[in-house]
């Protein structure tokens, strides 16, 4: 199915009074914003804010129980395919299986997503994070850093225009921390919209051109990132001590 | 049709490639058909009850627990770092996802089948040559509906638990008219009466896979979303 054609008005990403609960405990409280294309959102909060409940409902992996999530102005719905087709999503797992080879993961994953030339996919993803020497073994063999890498090679391999992340750096050495930032700013480069969950400050401020600041739920601040890392370290101690 | 099968297949391969890989289950359902074969063979007394009057249930029970180990398997290897969630994120239509299960599975039931019939028939001595086509027929109709509600419920196990212990609880209830069919039909086959008195059975067997495959391609989508 193709994707239908986005409104030039519609933003990338709009997330609406978003509300999502787990029994008595509220994960998703009123969330609300809106990214434009090329727009990558860093969003910083303590554990338990709710950060990765919000990145799996913009994935579509749960629902919101009230509000809304647009892609390019479309809700999902009929559109789920085409929703879902737009979406990258590196979480805390692998979502990758043990048992399969690197290249026989991602030929896997190419297979869902309709890939037609899946050989080349398959090889430019490998290549893109480091790993076509091992794409003949187990990524049950592998590193905690090479299956991160195996992890954001899966994300990508579609070329979703939006890019959700979770703690996309945790287990990364230095070098692949460096190559997955520049990884990121070429995405920022191509105009994809992401959206970062993270605990690192610097790193997210550096990568994004919008912050927040998730805490019990909510954003207790939203907006473009301005530079002053300073200003924006006392606003999340702030923000933290007073909601967390 | 073309994009729901090439999905299916890519599920129904990569399973069994990783299940050939690890041969977890599939050694585990011929080790347990191997012994639930060999105690009813040493336990029965063969001047109480003959072969024929018995063989028919135990083959039944064999097949049922043995292709329930594969069964847990299916879903099982998704809960392994999240896969499921990859299979979900995926714009592949849940009804390929959920062919593409079934058809690993009735491969995983049939290959066990396969081989624990020989078995039953070097254990029990009963004389299953002269009836193969009839039987087969049989074991193909009642495995059909006992793989597609056996996915079905494994999908809604795997997020439970004790998924292992849930799908025996979930699945069994469904197994009774299937299974009761497929008894009956192989008692008279081994008792060499005439195939026409079990037509009744037959439809029975033929009516639930018609039913029941439809209804699990329905429901599988909102059992396996969240």
């Excluded at chain 2, 639930?36 to 028919?56: C, G, H, K």
């Excluded at chain 2, 001595?125 to 509906?145: K, Q």
Aim: net charge positive; with cysteine; hydrophobic share 55%.
């Amino acid at each position: 199915m193709n994707a239908p054609f986005p409104s030039p008005a519609a933003p990338a990403l709009a997330v609406r009074a978003v509300h999502r609960s787990f029994g008595h405990v509220r994960a998703l409280r009123g969330i609300d914003f809106r990214l434009d294309e090329g727009d990558s959102l860093a969003i910083f909060g303590p554990n338990g804010a709710g950060k990765t409940t919000l990145l799996r409902v913009l994935a579509g992996l749960l629902r919101p129980q009230q509000g809304e999530v647009l892609l390019d102005g479309a809700p999902p719905g009929r559109t789920d395919a085409a929703h879902r087709r737009r979406v990258g999503l590196i979480a805390h797992y692998s979502l990758l299986y043990d048992g399969l080879t690197a290249a026989e993961n991602l030929s896997f994953y190419a297979s869902l997503y309709g890939i037609a030339d899946r050989r080349a996919a398959v090889g430019r993803a490998l290549e893109g994070v480091g790993l076509a020497g091992r794409a003949d073994d187990l990524v049950g063999t592998f590193s905690r850093g090479m299956v991160q890498r195996m992890a954001i090679a899966r994300a990508l391999l579609h070329e979703p225009r939006v890019v959700l992340l979770d703690e996309p750096f945790s287990g990364l050495d230095q070098r692949a921390a460096a190559g997955l930032r520049s990884l990121l700013m070429r995405l920022r480069a191509e105009r994809r919209t992401m959206v970062l969950v993270t605990h690192n400050i610097d790193e997210g401020l550096e990568l994004a051109t919008h912050a927040a600041i998730q805490v019990a739920g909510c954003f207790a601040s939203f907006g473009p990132v301005n530079g002053d890392l300073a200003a924006y370290r006392a606003r999340y101690a702030e923000a933290t001590a007073v909601r967390g | 049709m073309g994009e729901l099968l090439r999905v299916a297949w890519a599920v129904a391969a990569k399973d069994l490639r990783l299940e050939f890989r690890s041969r977890t289950a599939f050694v585990s359902a011929l080790v347990f058909t191997a012994l639930v074969l060999a105690i009813f063979n040493f336990a029965r007394d063969p001047t109480a009850v003959s072969a024929v009057d018995l063989a028919p249930g135990i083959l039944w029970i064999t097949f049922t627990f043995a292709g329930m180990l594969g069964l847990n398997r299916a879903f099982g290897l998704e809960r392994e770092n999240r896969a499921l969630d990859g299979l979900l994120l995926s714009p592949a239509s849940r009804t390929a996802l959920y062919l593409g299960k079934v058809l690993a599975n009735l491969v995983f039931v049939g290959a066990v089948e396969a081989i624990a019939l020989p078995l039953f028939a070097l254990f029990f001595n009963v004389p299953i040559l002269p009836v193969l086509g009839p039987l087969v027929l049989v074991i193909a109709l009642a495995t059909v509906g006992f793989v597609a509600v056996g996915t079905l419920m494994s999908s809604m196990a795997v997020n439970t638990r004790l998924a292992e212990l849930m799908l025996p609880v979930l699945l069994l209830p469904f197994l009774v008219p299937p299974v009761t069919a497929a008894v009956q039909i192989t008692a008279h086959l081994f008792s060499s009466r005439p195939f026409s008195e079990v037509s009744g059975w037959l439809r029975l067997l033929v009516g639930y896979d018609v039913i029941f495959v439809a209804a699990c391609i329905l429901f599988f989508e909102s059992t396996i979303e969240e």
